[in-house]
Nanobody
Framework: QVQLVESGGGLVQAGGSLRVTCVASGSIFSIGTMGWYRQAPGKQRKLVATITSGGNTNYADSVKGRFTISRDNSKNTVYLQMNSLKPEDTAVYYC???????????????WGQGTQVTVSS
């Protein structure tokens, strides 16, 4: 089995910065698109940013110019650098990846456990 483990969440003041990290581990053959999603209490989970295996990125309009997604394929790791944070960015942030396991022939969607990001005003 494959798992995604996140780290780097926490409490930050408005205007501050934070970087969250997600590492994939297990019997991995390859990883396709990776992304970050977030969910505030009582709200649906929404896409924040995605990055393909080739490095192409997409961002939600609400975070464009402030957040940067990147990945290190040699480490099976994806990052989300969050700058100019706003209180409305407060949410649980989830890592997502499409992963092909060893000896498998299809890609399966995996999710991390989520990490809390709180931005104070």
């Amino acid at each position: 089995q494959v798992q995604l483990v996140e780290s780097g969440g926490g409490l930050v003041q408005a205007g501050g910065s934070l970087r969250v990290t997600c590492v994939a581990s297990g019997s991995i053959f390859s990883i396709g698109t990776m992304g970050w999603y977030r969910q505030a209490p009582g709200k649906q989970r929404k896409l924040v940013a995605t990055i393909t295996s080739g490095g192409n990125t997409n961002y939600a309009d609400s975070v464009k110019g402030r957040f940067t997604i990147s990945r290190d394929n040699s480490k099976n790791t994806v990052y989300l650098q969050m700058n100019s944070l706003k209180p409305e960015d407060t949410a649980v942030y989830y890592c997502n990846a499409n992963i092909m396991a060893l000896r498998d022939y299809v890609s399966r969607e995996s999710w991390g456990q989520g990490t809390q990001v709180t931005v104070s005003s």
